[in-house]
């Protein structure tokens, strides 16, 4: 029988934590969570979207992501700005101080994939993408994450 600690399920949880942990204290260093860099991420990638259009897109509560951007308003990172299509509807904007952030938490993120990689050789590193892309699916099919492909730029909405 196979010892728990060396399941897949179980190793992965393992890294996941370890590495998220370290991420989560670099971009600290820079006055962000890494709910603040995914928020930045898409509001970036969305153009002109409202703070409930965003919620759905994090899948989280339009609240939380209220909540976010006022920390990242207080940061300068972003502005809340009408809409001059709907003067009803508030848009958020990333502002220069929020590309910067965001450039900067993204250097955070290929700094630590570098560390991360150190051991691998090129081969072995594809392999390992490709792995982690095989086991995504696997999770989409199980109904456990949203079925998106990451790509080089970010995600796109699955088959």
Known sequence: ???????????????????????????????????????????????????????????VTPSFVVGLADDLERLG??????DPRDRRRQVLVLTTAGKRLLRDATRAATELDRELARELSPGALAELRESLEAV?????????????????TGVKPGP
């Open 77 to 82: 990172a972003l502005n809340r700005e009408r």
């Open 1 to 59: 029988m196979t010892d728990f600690r060396y399941t897949l399920g179980y190793r992965l949880v393992q890294l996941g934590r370890a590495a998220g942990n370290e991420y989560t204290a670099r971009v600290e260093k820079l006055g962000l969570r890494p709910q603040h860099v995914r928020l930045l991420t898409v509001v970036q990638g969305a153009g002109h979207a409202s703070q409930h259009e965003l919620a759905g897109e994090l899948g």
């Open 136 to 152: 995504r699916v696997s999770l989409a099919r199980l109904g456990h994450i949203a079925d998106v492909e990451m790509t080089a």
